[in-house]
């Protein structure tokens, strides 16, 4: 199980809001663009008990799409590489990182979009690997799961 699935899971198990941070990014080139917007528009309203709004990523289009307005719950679950931030974790109670052997990963993005991403990958992993080098997420989780 992925970190997509793991989070509808716990999501649905605890009934909470689910945001994908998939949903928030600008773009292939946007992982750091579009988490800081996701922490500045959603994260850190909702941590005041206020309504968060982000603007969804048309990813057909590779533009901007409409606003989404999520919330205040008692849980709210972000899942998406690049959450985990010294900022977004002064905001979170519990922070997860699923952990995954990286032929894993390739066979389940093979899986799920069927090549049509490929030419992508390896920008979008630079990016992933710079969120990692510079924010930490792995050992200032407060849970690692291993698939």
Not at 10 to 29: E, F, K, M, P, R
């Amino acid at each position: 199980m992925g970190k997509t699935r793991l989070a509808a899971s716990i999501a649905d198990t605890l009934n909470a809001t689910l945001v994908h941070l998939d949903d928030g990014y600008h773009g292939w080139s946007g992982l750091a663009e579009g988490r800081d917007a996701m922490i500045d528009t959603v994260l850190t309203p909702l941590a005041r008990g206020q309504t968060g709004r982000y603007r969804a990523w048309d990813w057909e289009r590779d533009v901007a799409g409409d606003f989404v307005d999520v919330h205040p719950a008692d849980i709210v679950v972000v899942e998406g590489c690049g959450i985990s931030t010294p900022r977004s974790r002064e905001l979170a109670s519990t922070v997860l990182w699923v952990e995954c052997v990286e032929t894993l990963r390739l066979e389940r993005l093979a899986g799920r979009d069927r090549g049509e991403f490929n030419a992508f990958y390896e920008a979008w992993d630079a990016q992933v690997n710079a969120h990692i080098a510079h924010n930490d997420p792995i050992t200032t989780a407060t849970v690692v799961v291993r698939t």
